[in-house]
């Protein structure tokens, strides 16, 4: 369900549409950190406004949360259209898998709560990402750079497995993990030659390295 609209002076509109970037931003922490199920009361004290005008800038908390979606899948619609443009398929394709990598690890409470979305608009969403990620596999085929037995579903879960988790057997993960990650996963699917590896490998913690790691 859209949000509602803004009408009034210059100065009303700037104040809602301020109010309403708030609520987006709020609800987006929230839902990570608390699912779904989070109280609209909730998120409107995190944005620091009133409940009452949460429910003027979203008709309801669904809407509010259905947004903080769409909003995930414009960024990414963007992200697919700018590299369907790169003029080197392998490239084009490593850049969207990449940024939908990003994105996972930036929301990753986030990203699991909303798999649950399943509104006709987040559907819509969806199968966008899907063909956009069909797309850029099929075009890095056809340019040789892809292996040809690799499906584009094999694609979808290739940013999930880099992204997930921050911690294994008493080992932290650093910043450019899930990126190193990637690229190792990549480089699995890629003809040629290997690929660097973006940062560094992630440092024993002190208690591993008492334990012999």
């Known amino acids: 369900m859209p949000a509602t609209e803004d009408h009034g002076a210059p100065a ?26 989070v109280a609209a009361l909730d998120i409107a004290e995190r944005a620091g406004v ?29 992200a697919g259209q700018r590299a369907l443009e790169n003029p080197d398929p392998w490239s084009g394709f490593v850049d969207f898998v990449t940024a939908i990598t990003e994105m996972t ?29 069909r797309r850029l596999t099929q075009r890095a085929q056809s340019a040789g750079a892809l292996r040809p037995d690799v499906s584009w579903t094999d694609v979808v879960f290739l940013p999930k497995s880099a992204a997930s988790g921050s911690r294994c057997l008493g080992l932290v993960a650093g910043e450019q993990t899930p990126l190193r990650i990637l690229t190792l996963l990549l480089d699995g699917l890629r003809t ?13 913690t002190a208690a591993a390295s008492r334990r012999g790691a």
Do not use: H
């Open 192 to 204: 040629p030659e290997p690929s660097p590896l973006p940062g560094t490998a992630p440092a024993a």
């Open 50 to 78: 009133g409940v009452a005008t949460l429910y003027r800038r979203f008709e309801t908390k669904e809407a509010l949360i259905e947004q903080i979606l769409l909003d995930v899948f414009a960024r990414l619609d963007a």
């Open 105 to 133: 690890v930036q929301n990753s409470g986030l990203a699991e709560a909303l798999e649950s979305v399943s509104t006709p608009a987040a559907s819509a969403g969806q199968r966008k990402v899907r063909s956009l990620i």
């Open 12 to 37: 009303e509109r700037a104040d809602a549409r301020r109010n309403r970037q708030l609520l987006l931003d709020a609800a987006a922490v929230c839902v990570a950190e608390r699912g779904l199920s």
